[in-house]
Nanobody, 119 residues
Framework: QVQLVESGGGLVQPGGSLRLSCAAS????????MGWYRQAPGKQRELVAA???????NYADAVTGRFTISRDNAKNTVYLQMNSLKPEDTAVYYC?????????????WGQGTQVTVSS
């Protein structure tokens, strides 16, 4: 059993910053990759940023240069530092984790945290 707990969402002004955290716990043998997705009302969930076990990162074009994904392997935690926030960044943000609990690769989602950027 694996659980992901997200925190750090909230209401911010345009140009402001937030730092999201997602901590994984449970029967984790090895983490393959971690990522952040977001979903705005009426839209599909989209990838925001991802980081592999080797530290390789990928970002959506809309957030490149403003958002930074990082991880703390000792704490099984992934972070998303969001700077220069825009109203269009408003969405529910979900962390996602690919991991091995044994010999099988599994995927888990966090509960989501609301990020609202006022206009």
């Amino acid at each position: 059993q694996v659980q992901l707990v997200e925190s750090g969402g909230g209401l911010v002004q345009p140009g402001g910053s937030l730092r999201l955290s997602c901590a994984a716990s449970g029967s984790i043998f090895s983490i393959n990759a971690m990522g952040w997705y977001r979903q705005a009302p009426g839209k599909q969930r989209e990838l925001v940023a991802a980081i592999t076990s080797g530290g390789t990162t990928n970002y959506a074009d809309a957030v490149t240069g403003r958002f930074t994904i990082s991880r703390d392997n000792a704490k099984n935690t992934v972070y998303l530092q969001m700077n220069s926030l825009k109203p269009e960044d408003t969405a529910v943000y979900y962390c996602n984790l690919d991991l091995y609990t044994g010999k099988y690769l599994e995927n888990y989602w966090g509960q989501g945290t609301q990020v609202t950027v006022s206009s």
